[in-house]
Nanobody, 122 residues
Framework: QVQLAESGGGLVQAGGSLRLSCAAS????????VGWFRQAPGKEREFVGA????????YSADSVKGRFTISRDNAKNTVYLQMDSLKPEDTAVYYC???????????????WGRGTQVTVSS
């Protein structure tokens, strides 16, 4: 069993940065890949990016490529989403999720956090 909790969201101006954290409980967390997803008001939840269990490979959606970076520290049971050059269209609730493999399909993720709100003002 893995429990996830996101933090680090908030209000930021366009062009600014935020770093989200996804803290996990459970001794086996280091075996899981972690994905980040977001859901904007009135829209479906979408894939943002993902990282393999050892942090060796990351994947990003085209909409955030070059602006968002995913990393993880298994010693701290934490995965990070560094978001730079934020745009108003990045406004959403951001979720982290854990899965045995790396997938863009959210249905493949077994464990989810409750989300953290990110609001980017213009």
């Amino acid at each position: 069993q893995v429990q996830l909790a996101e933090s680090g969201g908030g209000l930021v101006q366009a062009g600014g940065s935020l770093r989200l954290s996804c803290a996990a409980s459970g001794r086996t967390f280091s075996r899981y890949a972690v994905g980040w997803f977001r859901q904007a008001p009135g829209k479906e939840r979408e894939f943002v990016g993902a990282v393999t269990w050892n942090g060796g490979i990351t994947y990003s959606a085209d909409s955030v490529k070059g602006r968002f970076t995913i990393s993880r520290d298994n010693a701290k049971n934490t995965v990070y989403l560094q978001m730079d050059s934020l745009k108003p269209e990045d406004t959403a609730v951001y979720y982290c999720a854990a899965s045995i493999g790396v997938y863009r399909d959210q249905s493949r993720y077994s464990y989810w956090g409750r989300g953290t709100q990110v609001t980017v003002s213009s």
